[in-house]
């Protein structure tokens, strides 16, 4: 057999091995023909030879290791995969509720948590509802020193008032008072230092919510 004819012979024995593989697994061999006609060209094929052809036939085992799948193209899309979607995030609670207070006596501002502050008596004169010095409100010329009688008469029950801040200015204040409490407590001895110590933790809590 000249080099043509081996090379022809090892390209049909490849083309039988790849229908042996495509073959379906439940096969455990496959027919293979080799055909030699007149002129002394062999052919392998996996169909009976032409009429005139000399005809041998051999058995080709199946088996062998399982082919690999073929690698994605680059330009594949990547797979989906499924991923659950984060918790949505809870609303952040404001701060509680805090009040600028007018002192109903000398008229200054504070800040409070109660935007209801009890009422309270203060004495007349310092209220500004009369204005007269003090000396003559609890003694009239000439009634002589005031006594306890007459300054307990002329007490009036008086209340302070409050409105409610916004939750920006709820935080800004108790921002200003964290560093004032901070500025105190750097300067306390121990043993003042507790309050303080305690006044921290309480405003560090109201802070978590600004």
Same mark, same amino acid.
């Given at each position: 057999?000249?080099?043509? !004819?081996?090379?022809?012979?090892?390209? $049909?024995?490849?083309?039988?091995?790849?229908?042996?593989?495509?073959?379906?697994?439940?096969?455990?061999?496959?027919?293979?023909?080799?055909?030699?006609?007149?002129?002394?060209?062999?052919?392998?094929?996996?169909?009976?030879? *032409?009429? !005139?052809?000399?005809?041998?036939?051999? @058995?080709?085992?199946?088996?062998? /290791?399982?082919?690999?799948? #073929?690698?994605? /193209?680059?330009?594949?899309?990547?797979?989906?995969?499924?991923?659950?979607?984060?918790?949505? =995030? &809870?609303?952040?609670?404001?701060?509680? &509720?805090?009040?600028?207070?007018?002192?109903? $006596?000398?008229?200054?501002?504070?800040?409070?948590?109660?935007?209801?502050?009890?009422?309270?008596? =203060?004495?007349? *004169? $310092?209220?500004?509802?009369?204005?007269?010095?003090?000396?003559?409100?609890? +003694?009239? /010329?000439?009634?002589? *020193?005031?006594?306890?009688?007459?300054?307990?008469?002329?007490? $009036?029950?008086?209340?302070?008032?409050?409105? =409610?801040?916004?939750?920006?200015?709820?935080?800004?204040? #108790?921002?200003?008072?964290?560093?004032?409490?901070?500025?105190? &407590?750097?300067? =306390?001895?121990?043993?003042?230092?507790? /309050? &303080? #110590?305690?006044?921290?933790?309480?405003?560090? +809590? @109201? #802070?978590?919510?600004?």
């Amino acid at each position: 057999m000249d080099r043509l !004819g081996a090379l022809v012979l090892f390209l $049909v024995v490849l083309l039988l091995l790849g229908l042996r593989l495509s073959a379906s697994a439940e096969a455990d061999t496959t027919m293979v023909y080799k055909c030699s006609s007149a002129q002394g060209q062999v052919i392998f094929q996996g169909t009976p030879c *032409a009429r !005139g052809q000399q005809q041998q036939t051999m @058995q080709l085992e199946n088996g062998g /290791p399982a082919t690999s799948p #073929l690698p994605a /193209p680059d330009n594949a899309p990547s797979p989906t995969v499924a991923t659950t979607p984060p918790p949505p =995030a &809870l609303p952040r609670t404001p701060p509680s &509720l805090m009040y600028r207070c007018i002192n109903a $006596v000398n008229g200054n501002s504070y800040f409070s948590n109660n935007g209801n502050p009890p009422p309270y008596y =203060a004495p007349l *004169a $310092v209220t500004g509802i009369i204005p007269t010095p003090l000396g003559q409100t609890y +003694a009239p /010329p000439g009634h002589g *020193a005031p006594t306890a009688a007459t300054i307990a008469s002329h007490y $009036v029950q008086v209340q302070d008032s409050c409105q =409610a801040m916004t939750p920006e200015d709820t935080c800004s204040q #108790l921002r200003s008072d964290y560093d004032e409490n901070e500025r105190k &407590l750097s300067r =306390a001895f121990k043993s003042d230092q507790p /309050p &303080l #110590l305690q006044r921290e933790s309480e405003l560090l +809590a @109201q #802070l978590s919510h600004c």
